[in-house]
Nanobody, 124 residues
Framework: QVQLVESGGGLVQAGGSLRLSCAAS????????MGWYRQAPGKQRELVAT???????NYADSAKGRFTISRDNGKNTVYLEMNSLKAEDTAVYYC??????????????????WGQGTQVTVSS
């Protein structure tokens, strides 16, 4: 099976920076899109940023100019560099991996996966 493990969340003052990491593990052959989503208390989960295996990125308007998504395909890891953090960035941040191909030489499967989430709290 495939697991996504996030790290890097925490408490930071407004204007500060954090770097989130998400590593996918398992017998993975390839991952198409990877991304970050967030969910604040009482709100729906929303897109923060995504990146394709080829490096094409997409950002929510709230993230543009402040956040940078990147990935290391060899390590099946995606990163989110967050700068100029604001109180409204406080949320649980979830990693997502789409079209993950995994298995062995006799059988391959495909699926989408989510991490368990990491808390980001920005104090004003």
């Amino acid at each position: 099976q495939v697991q996504l493990v996030e790290s890097g969340g925490g408490l930071v003052q407004a204007g500060g920076s954090l770097r989130l990491s998400c590593a996918a593990s398992g017998s993975i052959f390839s991952i198409n899109g990877m991304g970050w989503y967030r969910q604040a208390p009482g709100k729906q989960r929303e897109l923060v940023a995504t990146i394709t295996s080829g490096g094409t990125t997409n950002y929510a308007d709230s993230a543009k100019g402040r956040f940078t998504i990147s990935r290391d395909n060899g390590k099946n890891t995606v990163y989110l560099e967050m700068n100029s953090l604001k109180a409204e960035d406080t949320a649980v941040y979830y990693c997502n991996a789409q079209e993950v191909v995994y298995g062995n030489m006799w059988r391959r499967s495909r699926g989408d996966y989510w991490g368990q989430g990491t808390q980001v709290t920005v104090s004003s």
